[in-house]
């Protein structure tokens, strides 16, 4: 994961073409003709031993004749004679080469470039092409408008097809780029470079396979902070295959986690090329919708209905609900007789003046996120007139507004007026609900990327002593599986309700527990080699009597050994029954994908959970509110809702049951399967009544590594100011929040201005959660934190670093409360901050510091760091090396 020279795809000077070829159709004739065809402003130099000229240009024998050193190079030869061309390349001081041939050898080819840091594009790509700075370098069959969205696929067909599809439809691009077989550069590189990249402010990605994942997370959660990031993703949808020892394991599809990684990355996923290029203009295009409450203004009641469908068919945003202040502005604008509700009909002979006034007021209202006009053509109104009118009036209230003009030959005048506009428009009610599901999603998912699950939940202190003893003990067994009482016990151990099972090794014994216990009972067989203990008949319920248990054991142990004599057999397991009134059964796990690591699954319990399929994935650490989406995402949700006399399932008692589910699998890793089945949850709380574990030591594989890191508690120390009063340094968290408020608050606004290089007073609720809400993959950000005699923790000071994909270089920022100046706080953050990257490896940490900030300077050179003023006077850059 690197940057490092990819500017050479996109801005090269010169570019050489080695096998430049004057056979028509051949790649070395077709990249020829597209660089001189696109009119490259630097010196192309074909490659070509055997011609003197290719395209009417001058060919040269090889790339030790070519007079200059081409910044880029595109190389059209046979696969088996690249690695020699690489190396060749490397020699003369290229730095980028674009390779089109298949490589049967890639390590050949990938030794070559990384003598010299040569960076690689494929192999099998078609290209790049650039069009703003008319770089064509690929063998495409057309070329693209100039645009601000960059399209990345690993098929060069799929880019030859987007520019064919796009070109058409007026769709432009700030760059297109083939990975092909993503050898050395990947999606992750180029999300990092683009994502700073003024040209392009979206990001489309078509992905057919991931091969490792340690920077495709970090690099799109990077990239979505700043643009949409879309992703079409080729293969399979479909999530049945084997079963597997565990139920999470089965259900946890790899599609599945992919989705789940998209969404806590803030990506949005789609599912078409016409899917992708249409979400990228509605969210270019709707900023102004503040949200996923939706009104519906249209002068067709029947179209407004169908859209009301669709979006509660979609289960992506709501139909706002217009309150009585809106109703009774609509009554003194609307045509006598309308009727006042959502969807606001405003009938067939609607006058542009009608449409302008409505928008006005649901622009006017606070409980109004975005609002859909619906307009259906007739022969008593004007499509185009009403068209400018809602422009307009969108202009002068600054309204999330989408437009769908019915119609074909009536509407196109309409949709041309809203394109020319910067409006987003559709010409179907299913496209423009779509749009609006795509903001919704893509708002959620943005919301998503910016939780950063707390290290403890509040007021919950699991025993974690006890977890470790009961996992160094499992680690033991032979395949990891935990007893059943010994898997209840560690769930427990982090708060998650359990039945009490008590294990035994014969049915003479469990007839003995089961009076001890108390009537009624359930008996199950406990076997670390059945998963699916009813699938065997190996569980009997409601056993009134020791008789009954001794025969219920009895049969359970004939059953398992004539269906599956091999089997291990440990004994009985022994439950009291409980009744829990009301109970819906759900379940929930852990799997660990080969990709993306551990991950958590969610739905419907039971019995049949494999042929229900209602469940959703996904990836740890959670919160709370985290857990409470995963919820929402599945069906069985809506059934945890009050109905008939069955009340309201506890909602919370769920999602905090997820949490600690969650922060059990982060403080022991080991574990590589769970199956809570079935959870039972009513209106008072949940219970687990059957769960299954199992451990293996951990590994630095993918599998094992967790895609979202979670908080680094083991970063967190203690300090102390120079009149030894203590403190604690530690990461920042997203609930520091206030308390950075407060701090920013408490600063001068000098030292405000020397921190943000400028006049700040108060910093807004966005701004101060980017500060807080941090991905510790890229950002460190450590606080000093004093807890007061009023039990109230104040942050004194902060140092951040950002530190680049290559892990070359952090850039430093450090704030300390005016009033603590003096104590010593700077260097401790200073001392800290330092020690952090020498562990991490970073080559080097800079700042730039105001001239005038004196202490600063004063600290920086007390460290070590050398400071030299650049062009901008009032500007000292001040840099410490690491290593040498």
Known sequence: ???????????????????????????????????????????????????????????????????????????????????????DLGKRGTRAAIVAADMSDPDALLDAARRYD????????????????????????????????????????????????????????SCVVSLGDAVEIDFADLMDYLSKDEETKAILLHIETIRERRGFVSAARAAARNKPVLILKGGNRASSHSIGHFLSETLASPDGAFDATVRRAGALRVYSIDELFAAVETLSRTKQVRGERLAILSNAGGAALMAIDE?????????????????????????????????????????ADDYAAALK?????????????????????????????????????????????LGGETASAALALFAEAGLCSYNSIGAAVGGFGHIVQHRRNLAMLMETPPADLANFAPDRATARSIVESGLSRPDGVLSEPDSRRLLASYGIPTLESILVETADEAAVVAERIGYPVAVTLSSPDLPRKWD?????????????????ADGIMRRVRNIAPEVRIEGFALQRMVVWPHSRQLMMGISCDPLFGPVLVFGEG???????????????????????????????????????????????????ALVRLSALLVDNPEITACDINPLFANHQGVVAVDARIQLAASDDTDSRRFSILPYPSGLEEAATLHDGSPIVLRPIRPEDEPAHADLIGRTSPQDLRYRFFGSTQ???????????????????????????????????????????????????????????????????????????????????????????????????????????????????????????
Request: hydrophobic share 45%.
């Open 361 to 405: 007021v649901l622009s006017e209202a606070l409980e109004v996120d975005g609002i859909l006009i619906i307009h259906a053509p007739n022969a008593m109104t004007d499509s185009s007139e009403i068209a400018r009118a809602v422009i307009e009036a969108q202009k002068r209230y600054r309204s999330g507004v989408l437009a769908c003009w």
């Open 118 to 173: 040569l960076r690689l594009l494929g192999g099998a790509s078609l290209g790049v092409c650039v069009p703003k700075a008319n770089l064509y370098a690929n063998f495409a069959h057309m070329q693209a408008h100039p645009g601000r969205v960059a399209f990345v696929s690993q098929s060069g067909a799929l880019c030859a097809a987007a520019l064919d599809w796009a070109k058409p439809r007026g769709i432009g691009f």
């Open 762 to 884: 108060k910093l807004q609720h966005h701004q101060l959660a980017r500060m807080t809400q941090i991905d510790y993959d890229r950002e460190m950000a450590f606080i000093a934190t004093a807890t007061g005699t009023d039990g109230h923790a104040s942050t004194l000071g902060v140092v951040r670093t950002v530190t680049d994909p290559d892990n070359k270089r952090a850039e430093l920022a450090i704030l300390v409360r005016s009033d603590l100046k003096g104590t010593g706080l700077g260097s401790i953050l200073m001392d800290r901050i330092i020690r952090y990257h020498r562990t991490r490896k970073t080559d080097e940490i800079g700042a730039q510091v105001i001239s005038g900030n004196e202490p600063m300077l004063r600290l920086a050179a007390k460290f070590g760091f050398a400071a030299v003023t650049g062009d901008d006077p009032e500007l000292v850059e001040c840099t410490l090396r690491l290593f040498d």
């Open 1 to 87: 994961m690197s940057i490092q020279n990819l500017q050479y795809f996109f801005a090269p000077k010169s570019i050489a073409v080695i096998g430049a070829s004057e056979r028509p159709r051949s790649v070395g004739n077709i990249v020829m003709r597209n660089l001189l065809d696109g009119r490259f402003a630097g010196p192309i130099l074909p490659v070509n031993p055997r011609r003197e000229a290719v395209a009417g240009v001058l060919t040269y024998k090889s790339v030790a004749d070519l007079p200059l050193c081409p910044e880029l190079a595109v190389i059209c030869t046979p696969g088996p004679a690249v690695p020699g061309v690489i190396d």
């Open 536 to 552: 065997a008949g190996a569980v009997a319920l409601n056993l009134e009597n020791a008789e009954a248990v001794r025969s219920a």
């Open 606 to 656: 039971g019995r049949a959970v494999e042929l229900v399929r209602d469940h959703t994935v996904a990836l740890p650490p959670l919160n709370l509110p985290l857990a409470r989406q995963m919820i929402d995402r599945t069906r069985i949700s809506k059934r945890l809702e009050a109905h008939g006399l069955r009340p309201k399932a506890n909602r919370d008692a769920i999602a905090q």
């Open 311 to 351: 979006i509660n068919t979609a289960e992506r945003g709501s139909i706002a609900d217009l309150s009585e202040k809106t109703l009774s502005q609509l009554a003194k604008v609307l045509p006598r007789g309308r009727r006042l509700a959502n969807p606001v009909d405003l009938g067939a002979g609607a006058s």
